[in-house]
């Protein structure tokens, strides 16, 4: 009997988000956070924020897609930021440094373009193994109500100024 070794998965591929991905992106966001996911304060946010899909990062293995993190712009106060999410990976591909990978090629895009901040709500147990901690005291507000200890912001530039604020449109 002849074993055939099944082919190696192809290399992960971060690219930014094309018009032509948005189904998918959608339906993949859709299965990891379910129907709750339209009643959070970042909704409220995604709802005047200015999309960025050349900041926006999706994860492909071939012509599957595993992962993605959508960018925003929007302002703090005064100061323009981004605004990431969703954020997710795969359910079968989590845990293998996916969504660490997505995160440092958003940031990385957002500095390249000359932006700031990012600011996202999340978990600070993930995210601040990626570079965010906590907007200090409750500096940064949401259109709606939020936990302040998941309002989270990761300076792009050494000396970026403290934000301070509501997110509002740029
Ligand atoms: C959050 C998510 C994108 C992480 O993707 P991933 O590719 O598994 O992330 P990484 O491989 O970079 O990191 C995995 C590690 O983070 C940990 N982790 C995952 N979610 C976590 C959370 N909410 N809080 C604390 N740790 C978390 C995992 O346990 C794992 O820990 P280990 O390395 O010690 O084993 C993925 O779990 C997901 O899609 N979850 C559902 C959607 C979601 O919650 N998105 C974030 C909303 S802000």
Redesign the pocket.
Known sequence: MILQASAPAPALALQPERPEDRPLVDALIAR??GPGRYAKS?ERVREFAAFAPELSVCAWSGTRLL?CARMWRVRVGETPVTFL???????G???????????ARASEAAAAAGETHVV????E???S??GFSRAAGSAVTLPGPVDPRRVLVRALTPGAVALAGPIRPL
């Open positions: 990891a956070f970042s992962g999410g969703p954020f997710a990976v795969e359910q591909e989590r845990n293998a440094g996916f969504g660490a990978r997505l995160v996202l709500v999340g978990d147990a993930y995210f193994r990626v």
